[in-house]
């Protein structure tokens, strides 16, 4: 156990899980979809869809999703600021299976009809865990730079993209695979110990088979 673990992150809210790890999981959300949503909806799980209310839980979801930082001061008030950029947003109750209490699915799209289901859990201090991307299982924290590459299940992509990686001088701490079936849809979560450059990016996204390319940096805290 570490300090921050005892005292938690810096925040706006009463609860580093409820709260401070609810923000970070809308801020996943964003980060993966990889354009501002336009439409949220978001199913809450266990103790968020029983305590939450009076965490703020909601709110802090919905300021993650306009990329405020768990710290902002207009984290309360994120329905408001949610209509004047017009995102749309709805909740829901739901029950999941073998994830935390503390654990929401986040639908999103964006303007241009890009969509996300993103499913993610706030252990406590302020941590979260991504446990789902759209329907896949997965397991990562953001806590590296991490990039989610959508791709056809064909073979070659997978040394395609860990080659691209290799060339740019990027050591990749953790990979895992996916896929909805023998063919079909597939997903690569790997974890870096670098920074993932926006020009590696683009280029990871003009590969064959790559469908969509997606990276999280850690403790983003700008406010937008």
Not at 19 to 48: E, N, Q
Not at 143 to 166: E, R, W
Request: net charge neutral; with cysteine; hydrophobic share 40%.
């Amino acid at each position: 156990m570490n300090l921050f673990d005892i005292m938690g992150p810096v925040m706006v809210g009463p609860s580093s899980s409820h709260t401070a790890g609810a923000v970070r999981m809308g801020r996943m959300a964003r980060s993966l979809l990889g354009r501002d949503p336009a439409r949220a909806r978001i199913l809450l799980h266990g103790s968020f869809a029983s305590t939450g209310e009076g965490h703020g839980t909601k709110q802090a979801l919905i300021a993650g999703l306009l990329g405020l930082a768990p710290s902002d001061s207009r984290v309360p008030d994120s329905f408001a600021l949610a209509k004047e950029r017009g995102l749309e947003f709805s909740f829901g109750a739901c029950t999941l299976r073998d994830v935390h209490p503390n654990s929401a699915l986040i639908r999103l799209e964006s303007a241009k009809g890009d969509t996300l289901e993103v499913g993610a859990s706030s252990p406590g201090g302020g941590r979260i865990r991504v446990f789902q991307v759209d329907g896949l299982e997965t397991s990562f924290s953001g806590g590296l730079p991490t990039l989610v590459v959508h791709n056809t299940d064909k073979p070659g992509c997978v040394s395609q993209v860990t080659g691209a990686l290799a060339a740019q001088g990027l050591n990749v701490a953790t990979l895992q695979l996916n896929r909805g079936g023998r063919g079909g849809s597939a997903v690569m979560v790997i974890e870096c110990d670098q920074p993932v450059s926006a020009a590696t990016i683009q280029w990871l996204r003009a590969l064959p088979g790559i469908l969509r390319v997606t990276c999280c940096t850690p403790d983003q805290e700008e406010t937008l």
